[in-house]
Structures are given as structure tokens and as C-alpha cells.
């Protein structure tokens, strides 16, 4: 069901998966079919798919997948877990609403059945987040609106992107969860290999990580107005910035952990 909070910006693109003409639903070969090679999502757990076949199998799919044309095939838009149930009981057609979409349509409808249907794991909820936000153009105190979540639980989340990849993947695999991984984003790479190892192998609860990223994070004092403008970049760059400053002299430091990345923000930076 559509959440309710969604305003006209999202609504309004939602409402095109959501308005389903039981008239409009083909039976499409599913060699005909193809994933959306920009779909966030990359981690599909294997026995939910299962299960999900396996629901298939008693009762149908109450949900035509969502496609549009693409070539000669059709590429999915909205419902890759069912197109993947629907391979694992090995069916030849999948119930499908074919339907024409502008190209910057896509992604954002894409985006946004994930964020609405999919338990994404924190890692592609953070970059669901980041690449819709993108799209629309949108601050991250609007889009909270929008999605009916708190400014600091998407800040939050997005900043998990500024993991070091040893420590994203951990994410990815369910071994520590959104808490202990919004603690470590506050720490330095090395510091967050040290602490995640030892999140991992004696099961420190996020209250134990909490106190034991205080040990290793030690601040010094800080002007709070370098503070605010710390703060002010890193929401717009989505990205750690710390700003040095030693008797009127220092230096700016924006990180960046992919050359994807690194493009993106000086990208921003030529337009600022």
C-alpha cells in the first residue's frame, strides 16, 4: 500500500505503479524480460525468493509486475523479486502491465517501489536515498517529508555511504546492523576496521559500539561555527568534510571513497 505521507512530488510518480487496470495486464514470455540494469537493489536474499515462489505456486501472483519497452524486450520497472520467483518455479509467462515511460521516469519509479515495497538492507536504502534525492533535486529536510521520515534518519542513512567498503559489506550481509553502522560512520576507515572486526566477533550491542567508538574518537575542540559549516557541506556533498583550522591557517578535507564518486562532487563543486 502506498504510504500516505508521500506529498504530490513522489505521490504523483507512485500513483503510476499503484493504478493497476486489471485490463492492461499481458502474459509475457519471460525471455522477453529483462532487470533494470540500474536497479539499486543488488542483494536478492535467496530464501525470501524462495518463499515468494513458493507462495506463487499456491495461490498466483496477486501483482503483475511492471515493465516498458526496451528494444526488443521489455525491462522491469517495478517487481524484479516476483520476475526472480517466477524463474525459480521455472514458468514460461509472468502477468505483466506494460507501460511507456519517459527514461528519467525509470529510475525514479524504480527508486521509489524500492523504498515503498522492498526490505532493502541499510546500505541500498542509503543509496536509494541519495540517487532519488539526486533525481528530484531535493533537500534532505524535503525529502524526509515526502517519505514520511524523520530529516535525521535520512541523514543518517545516507551518510552510511561514507563507509569504508570493508565495513558496507558487513551491512550488505546482515552482520551489523544500521545502529552500530551509523556509530562507526563517525570514525576515521581505520578506526572503523578496528571496531567493526570487534563488532563481529564479540557481538558488541550498538550501546557497547557506542562506548567504545568514544575511546577511540577523540575530538578536539572545535569552533562551532566550523562545526555548523561541517555540517552545512556535508549535507549538501553527502560526503565527509572536516575542516582544519590552526591559528587562522589549515585546510578543508572532502572525501570521497570511488572515482564515481569523486566525479559526482566535482561535479557540484563546478557548479557551486
Given at each position: 500500500?502506498?504510504?500516505k505521507?508521500l ?7 507512485f ?17 522477453e524480460i529483462?532487470?533494470n540494469?540500474?536497479q ?11 518463499e515468494l515462489?513458493s507462495?506463487i ?7 503483475p ?5 526496451h528494444g526488443?524486450?521489455?525491462m522491469?520497472?517495478a ?7 517466477f ?13 511507456n ?7 525514479k519509479?524504480?527508486?521509489i ?7 532493502l538492507?541499510p ?6 536515498y ?11 529536510q ?14 543518517n ?5 561514507t ?8 551491512v550488505r ?7 552500530h553502522?551509523?556509530?562507526l560512520?563517525s570514525?576515521d ?8 572486526k ?8 550498538v ?12 575530538k578536539?575542540k572545535?569552533n ?11 549535507e549538501?556533498?553527502?560526503?565527509r568534510?572536516r575542516i582544519?583550522?590552526?591559528k587562522?591557517?589549515g585546510e578543508?578535507?572532502i572525501s570521497y ?10 561535479e557540484?563543486l563546478?557548479?557551486?
Amino acid at each position: 500500500m502506498k504510504n500516505k505521507s508521500l506529498g504530490k512530488g513522489l505521490g504523483a510518480l507512485f500513483e503510476q505503479i499503484e493504478e493497476v487496470n486489471k485490463d492492461e495486464i499481458e502474459l509475457l514470455n519471460v525471455t522477453e524480460i529483462m532487470p533494470n540494469p540500474e536497479q539499486v537493489r543488488v542483494d536478492f536474499d535467496e530464501d525470501l525468493i524462495e518463499e515468494l515462489a513458493s507462495s506463487i505456486k499456491k495461490h498466483g501472483l496477486l501483482e503483475p509486475i511492471l515493465v516498458t519497452k526496451h528494444g526488443n524486450k521489455y525491462m522491469i520497472v517495478a517487481g524484479e523479486r516476483r520476475y526472480r520467483a517466477f524463474l525459480k518455479n521455472g514458468e514460461e509467462k509472468i502477468p505483466a502491465i506494460v507501460k511507456n515511460f519517459k527514461p528519467e521516469e525509470i529510475k525514479k519509479l524504480s527508486l521509489i517501489e524500492n523504498i515503498q515495497r522492498e526490505n532493502l538492507n541499510p546500505i541500498e536504502e542509503a543509496m536509494s536515498y541519495k540517487e532519488l534525492m539526486d533525481e528530484l533535486d531535493m533537500t534532505q529536510q524535503e525529502f524526509a517529508k515526502e517519505i514520511g521520515k524523520s530529516r535525521s534518519h535520512v541523514a543518517n542513512s545516507v551518510r552510511l555511504l561514507t563507509l569504508h567498503p570493508d565495513v558496507k559489506n558487513l551491512v550488505r550481509e546482515g552482520k551489523i546492523s544500521f545502529g552500530h553502522a551509523k556509530i562507526l560512520s563517525s570514525l576515521d576507515h581505520k578506526k572503523q576496521l578496528e571496531l567493526a572486526k570487534k563488532i563481529v566477533e564479540f557481538g558488541l550491542t550498538v550501546r557497547e559500539t557506542e562506548n567504545e567508538s568514544k575511546k577511540k574518537l577523540v575530538k578536539p575542540k572545535k569552533n562551532p561555527l566550523y562545526q555548523e559549516l561541517e555540517e552545512s557541506l556535508q549535507e549538501k556533498l553527502t560526503t565527509r568534510v572536516r575542516i582544519e583550522d590552526k591559528k587562522g591557517k589549515g585546510e578543508i578535507r572532502i572525501s570521497y571513497f570511488s572515482t564515481e564518486e569523486l566525479t559526482r562532487l566535482i561535479e557540484i563543486l563546478e557548479r557551486l
